[in-house]
């Protein structure tokens, strides 16, 4: 058991990077990232981190810079991102699994003056406009100075110290200013509800919780997965790990955690040792969290619902979501009570910008207990603008003085216990006959059909079609008269070899791809 560090220490912390050189001098022996075979300790990786931001000064990178970041998961990936903090630069982080065309456009959104990545990366840059455009390209790797590193700027806490893009799944990609204050205001509130403890050794997959891991001084071991491709993901060697590392607790997607408890089920994998698991980035329905019971018993698993611009908005255990599977193509799907660092409420759907002078015209756009509404949340953790997107930041935000208020674009609602249900996207809301369709609904209650792996629900030239992508060994004939009992307004079925899922996290589905799939 490791000693938490004084809390008068952190409390005067001021950004992400000082979290690292308290960590250092508390954990200097202890692991801080472990990937492929390889492992560096925080005293080490404290060391590495100034070197490197010492040679990103010699190259020309300086404070206020916009850097694009091409690594994937790694130990190099936070090195060299927590170098760029130290310098005041903004890293610019863009998916593995990113393709040309979002790269592309993500670099002209964020017009950055130096490309750092991986060779395949640089080959790249040789074919892309864009990334010729970058006048400082680096590779992965750095020169040590020979001098003790200098650094001559102060973090402020309000300085840009990362820029993440949104799916771009409702349009074009939304570039994310993450301030040190935020950054520090997001690890504040994701520590209390993901139990963060120095001792824990967590194998994640979802970036943002290293950065949470390295602040707490915890163990983070990043396993061989290629996000670009998520089905090469290997179950049994995640297994292995976790035996090897004594690892203690998982977060990742939805879909790695359904692939582990399958896993785990269909070859009886010991899982005891597993304290806590945490997942989130899509939607988990209530018969994939009885999977997740079901292999993983002995577990605390937890799921959070947030976004890009505000995480986490809430949490729910699977236990809860199973007691409450119910009535699930009416009610939605329940994700728990909001987290206490955050404010939601449900405001009309529209797609016209909003603005309110005082808190009581955000109160009249609010919805009736129970009614459908597009969640809005506030607090300090609570992205308040986007990077070169003045469109965006209209659409998106309410700005009531200081307050800041973000649409999520989610709808659903709030019930009298303050518990939140999700409806789907607002967007995506069917009108058929004057009755509000939520596809969102559908896909609920699909899941509860043994034999569906997914499900939706399309409108095709006014035509309202249940689509399914089938399990193994499924049965038609029996999936068609359980849609037939149930409550459902629809014109068609239809089935088909793939739902095409988002690249992210591949769990949630990409409706316009799968449109024109259909159509």
Not at 15 to 21: A, G, K, M, R, W
Not at 113 to 120: L, T
Not at 467 to 478: G, P, R
Request: neutral net charge; glycine residues 4%; aromatic residues 10%.
């Amino acid at each position: 058991m490791f000693p938490t560090p004084d809390p008068l220490i952190f409390n005067e912390v001021k950004n992400v990077i000082e979290y690292l050189h308290v960590n250092a001098r508390e954990y200097p022996d202890k692991v801080a990232i472990q990937h492929k075979g390889r492992f560096i300790t925080y005293a080490s990786l404290e060391e590495d981190v100034l070197q490197t931001a010492a040679y990103f000064q010699t190259k020309g990178i300086h404070k206020g810079d916009r850097v694009l970041v091409f690594v994937p998961m790694s130990i190099d990936l936070y090195r060299i991102v927590l170098a760029l903090f130290k310098i005041g630069a903004t890293a610019v982080f863009l998916d593995e699994w990113v393709s040309k065309e979002r790269m592309e456009l993500c670099c002209k959104i964020a017009e950055c003056k130096a490309f750092i990545g991986i060779w395949k990366a640089r080959l790249f840059s040789y074919f892309s406009e864009e990334l010729r455009k970058i006048p400082i390209k680096l590779r992965v790797d750095y020169e040590k100075v020979k001098t003790k590193p200098t650094f001559n700027y102060k973090t402020d806490p309000n300085d840009t110290a990362l820029i993440t893009f949104t799916t771009g799944s409702t349009g074009t990609p939304k570039a994310a200013k993450r301030t040190h204050s935020f950054l520090l205001e997001q690890f504040n509130a994701l520590i209390e509800e993901i139990y963060l403890t120095p001792d824990a050794i967590d194998l994640t997959m979802l970036p943002i919780f290293v950065l949470c891991n390295l602040g707490i001084g915890s163990t983070t071991i990043i396993p061989e997965f290629k996000a670009s491709k998520p089905d090469s993901l290997d179950p049994a060697q995640i297994f292995k790990l976790i035996q090897q590392h004594k690892i203690n607790r998982i977060s990742a997607s939805p879909f790695v955690i359904k692939k582990m408890a399958t896993y785990a089920l269909e070859n009886n994998v010991e899982t005891t040792k597993l304290k806590y698991i945490f997942t989130g980035g899509a939607p988990v329905f209530p018969k994939e969290a009885q999977l997740y019971e079901k292999a993983f018993s002995h577990s605390n698993v937890e799921i959070l619902y947030g976004s890009t611009e505000a995480e986490p908005i809430s949490k729910i255990n699977i236990k809860t979501l199973i007691e409450h599977k119910t009535d699930l193509l009416k009610n939605g799907l329940l994700v728990g009570k909001p987290t206490p660092l955050i404010n939601v409420k449900t405001i009309k759907i529209t797609n016209e910008v909003m603005k309110c002078h005082t808190p009581e015209d955000m109160n009249l756009l609010e919805v009736s207990k129970k009614e459908i509404g597009e969640i809005a949340v506030s607090g300090n953790h609570v992205l308040k603008e986007y990077y070169n997107n003045e469109e965006a930041l209209l659409r998106n935000k309410i700005f009531i003085g200081k307050e800041v208020w973000h649409r999520t674009g989610d709808s659903g609602y709030l019930d009298d216990d303050g518990s939140l249900y999700l409806t789907g996207r607002c967007n995506q809301i069917i009108w058929k006959n004057d009755q509000l369709i939520a596809p969102f609904l559908y896909e609920n209650f699909l899941q509860t059909i043994d034999g569906v792996e997914i499900g939706t629900v399309l409108d095709l030239n006014n035509n309202l079609s249940i689509i399914i992508e089938l399990s193994a060994k499924a049965d038609k004939n029996y999936i068609e008269q359980e849609i037939k009992k149930a409550e459902m307004i629809y014109d068609a079925i239809l089935f088909v070899p793939k739902i095409p899922r988002d690249p992210r996290h591949n769990s949630k589905i990409e409706y316009a791809k799968l449109f024109e799939q259909v159509k």
